[in-house]
């Protein structure tokens, strides 16, 4: 199992895309594994034959832990038992006609030879096969005596009684992937911290004029579509500079105030969320964070983001305008201990110096870890924000 990232511990193995006894090309891909942020497709590290499979589908395993061998053309592999440390994992089921058939015909066998040793009537094992019971799983009526056909009326009447389960309604999903790591990770992030979440509707009129003079010419010159959530970031990564206690971490007993700046953009994917890192963004100019927005939503998008490229962020936004939302709360990713939520842009009647205009409006949250900074100090960089959209 390799180590694609510094904070990985443990991966799923999710697919092989070699089968064993194929040829492993040195380079090439040679199975997916999912770890606890993305999905990512493994390199062979040798050429040579797939010749032992030592890690179906669906195992989990820490890192180092061997999945696979490759040797040469006739080589002789041992079994997996016979190999220290190879991972004590159920083989797949399997799945062609003549193993199905196989396993069927020795379940059949294991259940007449367990249905012979047991003491029953001939009338008791006649009158079960006539109600479909097997005999094997009737009580006696007294430990030791053989059932009878009585045991075998009262089982089946019993058996009956039970009302069936009630019929699935609609289609099932699997609760695995990337929804079952978003979804445990989410759970986590609300059972360890102490998380409140403050809003407040801003005036954008500065954020939408500085997006129409700034966009053309942006596209037309870097070929990125300038938008609302790289200007965010934009603006975001600078004023957290002047508010640290917003752009920190907890590690262990001390509050960690990070100097630099790395954002998080939470992406949506069909089976879950993923949060991309832009590093330096207080540092960078604009064009560079669309470029690395762009970038990394499209990798996310195709499932090839390395672990690196999920890790690392200080603060996150999340931007949910997009899909007509007004106003949500969103969860902290840990460990950090902010996070913004971006809600649509909306053209509202707003008083200004005494007079009613019409002026662009957008709801704006942050959610914030209570233990590590208070209200205010969140308060202040909400105001402080909404003062650099207006």
């Known amino acids: 199992m390799p180590k694609l990232g510094m904070a990985m511990k443990k991966g799923t193995l999710k697919r092989w895309l070699v089968a064993e006894g194929g040829t492993a090309e040195q380079g090439k891909p040679l199975l997916e594994i999912m770890t606890e942020k993305i999905n990512a497709v493994v390199e062979s590290p040798g050429s040579g034959v797939l010749g032992r499979v030592l890690a179906p589908p669906g195992t989990e ?8 061998l490759i040797g040469g053309p006739g080589d002789s592999f041992p079994r997996a038992e016979e190999l220290s440390g190879a991972p004590a994992a159920a083989p797949p089921a399997p799945t ?20 012979s040793e047991v003491l029953a009537s001939p009338a008791a094992r006649r009158l079960a096969r006539e109600l479909g019971v097997e005999v094997a799983l009737v009580p006696p009526s007294a430990p030791g005596k053989r059932i009878t056909t009585d045991d075998v009326e009262a089982f089946a009447a019993a058996r009956a009684a039970v009302p069936p389960a009630p019929a699935a309604m609609g ?3 699997p609760f695995a992937g990337i929804r079952k790591v978003v979804a445990e990770r989410l759970h986590e992030s609300l059972q360890s911290m ?10 954008v009129t500065g954020l939408i004029a500085l997006r129409e003079r700034l966009g053309p010419g942006f596209e037309a010159g870097s070929g990125i579509h300038l938008t609302y959530t790289d200007l965010l970031v934009e603006v975001v990564a600078r ?3 002047e508010h640290p206690q917003l752009n920190a971490t907890l590690d262990g007993e001390e509050i960690l105030l990070s100097e630099e700046v790395h954002i998080g953009v939470a992406v949506a994917l069909e089976d879950g969320l993923i949060v991309p890192v832009i590093r330096m963004a207080h540092c960078r100019p604009l064009r560079e964070i669309a470029h690395d927005r762009a970038e990394l939503a499209t990798k996310a998008q195709n499932g090839t983001l390395s672990l690196d490229e ?22 902290v990713n840990p460990p950090q201990c902010a996070i913004l939520g971006v809600g649509r842009i909306v053209d509202k ?20 870890d209570h233990r590590l900074v208070d209200g205010a100090p969140a308060a202040r960089f909400l105001q402080a924000l909404a003062d650099r959209l207006a």
């Open 96 to 115: 062609s006609s003549g193993a199905g058939a196989a396993s069927s015909a020795a379940g059949v066998e294991s259940s007449a030879a367990g249905a």
């Open 349 to 368: 009647p707003v008083v200004v110096d005494g007079e009613v205009q019409v002026r662009p409006t957008m709801w704006l949250s942050i959610t914030f």
């Open 194 to 203: 102490a998380q409140v979440t403050i809003s407040r509707e801003a005036d």
């Open 239 to 241: 004023l957290l500079t």
């Open 310 to 331: 999920v890790e690392g962020g200080t603060f996150t936004i999340s931007n949910l305008g997009a899909f007509g939302a007004d106003s949500f709360t969103p969860i």
């Open 61 to 68: 395993l820490p890192v180092g832990a061997l999945l696979a």
């Open 171 to 173: 289609r099932s999903i």
